[in-house]
C-alpha cells in the first residue's frame, strides 16, 4: 500500500511528504532547542526548513526532467527519510543552504546531456556552486564535476572551458564588492580553510562514524547492483548515472576530509536518493517492495528516536 502510495507523483504526494518533514525537523527543533527561547529561533529554523523542503522537490524534478528514475516519488522519500536518519546533521545550518544551491547546481550539469545551450549551463552551474562554496567551503571541489562533464559532452569546444572560470568569477567579484562595501575583507581567508580532519584526527571514527560509515558501504553496494543491471540498456541513461556516482564520490571524498562533527553527509543524499530509487524499482515483486520500503521506514524512525534520546 505504502510503496503503491508513493509509486505516483500526484499532488497529495508533495503534501504527505511536507507533512512528514516538517513533524521529524521541529520534533528534532523541540528537542534540541535546549535553553533557548522558541522566539530566539523561530525565524531561522522556518527558513531552513523551507529550504530543506523546497530541496526535497528539487530533487523529484530533477529525476523526472533528467529521466533519471520513473515517475514516481520515492526520489523524494529515500531523501526524506535521510534526512530522518541523519537528523544529527541538521545542526550544520551552512551545509543544508549550501546543499540546496548544490542541488540547483547538479540539475544544470545534468541537463548538459542535450547539447543545446551548453555553455549556458555550464556557466549557471559554475555560479551555483561557486554560491554554495560561500556557505561551506569543499563545495567548491564539485568545481571539477563541471569540467568532467565538459569532456565528456562537449570537449572540443575551446570556450566551453573558460565558461566555469567566468562563473566563478562573477560570484568572487561580487561579494568582494559587498565585502568591501562592509569592511569584511578578512571572510575569504577566514572562511576558505579546506580544513583536512582526516590528517588532524588520531582516529579514523572521529572522521566518519559508524552510522556514515556503513551508509557509504550501502550506497556504494546499492550503485555497484544497478550498474549491473543496467550495463546492458542504452547509454544515455548508464552515462547520467555515472555523473550521479561521481557526485556521490565526491561528496564522499569530502566526508572523508571533515571531523564526524562537521561532516557534511547530506550532500551525498541525492545521488543516494538516485541509486536507491533505481535499485527499489528493480524489485518485481509488489510485497517485498513493501516490506523493504516499510523496514527503511523503520530503520529511519528508530535512529531518529535514538538521537533524540
Known amino acids: 500500500m505504502i510503496s503503491s502510495f508513493f509509486g505516483k507523483t500526484k499532488p497529495i504526494n508533495y503534501i504527505v511528504l511536507a507533512i512528514l518533514l516538517f513533524l521529524f525537523y521541529f520534533t528534532d527543533v523541540f528537542f534540541q532547542i535546549g535553553e533557548q527561547r522558541i522566539n530566539q529561533v523561530i525565524a531561522l529554523e522556518l527558513l531552513l526548513f523551507t529550504v530543506l523542503l523546497f530541496s526535497v522537490f528539487t530533487i523529484n524534478q530533477i529525476v523526472r526532467a533528467e529521466k533519471a528514475t520513473e515517475s514516481n516519488s520515492y526520489a523524494m522519500l529515500f531523501f526524506l527519510l535521510l534526512i530522518v536518519t541523519f537528523s544529527d546533521e541538521l545542526v550544520l545550518q551552512y551545509v543544508i543552504f549550501a546543499n540546496f544551491f548544490l542541488l540547483l547546481a547538479f ?10 545551450n551548453v555553455k549556458q549551463k555550464i556557466f549557471d552551474a559554475s555560479l551555483l556552486i561557486t554560491i554554495a562554496s560561500l556557505f561551506y567551503d569543499w563545495a567548491l571541489a564539485f568545481m ?6 565538459i569532456g565528456v559532452y562537449d570537449r572540443r569546444t575551446f570556450k566551453n572551458w573558460l565558461v566555469p572560470f567566468l562563473g566563478m568569477a562573477t560570484i ?3 561579494t568582494f564588492t559587498f565585502l568591501q562595501l562592509k569592511g569584511s575583507l578578512n571572510f575569504f581567508e577566514e572562511h576558505y580553510q579546506f580544513s583536512l580532519g582526516l590528517f588532524t584526527t588520531k582516529s579514523f571514527f572521529q572522521v566518519l562514524n559508524i552510522k556514515t560509515l556503513i551508509y557509504l558501504i550501502l550506497t556504494i553496494i546499492v550503485s555497484v547492483l544497478v550498474f549491473v543491471r543496467l550495463r546492458n540498456t542504452s547509454g544515455g541513461k548508464l552515462l547520467l548515472l555515472r555523473i550521479v556516482f561521481l557526485i556521490f564520490v ?29 535499485y527499489f ?5 509488489r510485497k517485498l517492495q513493501e516490506v ?6 523503520a530503520l529511519a524512525c528508530s535512529l531518529f528516536a535514538i538521537h533524540l534520546n
Open 250 to 278: 565526491l561528496g564522499t571524498g569530502i566526508i572523508l576530509f571533515t571531523p564526524a562533527d562537521a561532516s557534511p553527509v547530506i550532500i551525498t543524499f541525492f545521488p543516494a536518493a538516485v541509486f536507491f530509487t533505481n
Open 281 to 285: 524499482e528493480a524489485i518485481a515483486k
Open 144 to 149: 571539477f564535476l563541471v569540467f568532467f562533464v
Open 107 to 116: 540539475w544544470r550539469i545534468l541537463s548538459v546531456k542535450s547539447i543545446r
Open 172 to 174: 568572487f567579484f561580487l
Open 292 to 297: 523493504v520500503l516499510i523496514g527503511c521506514m
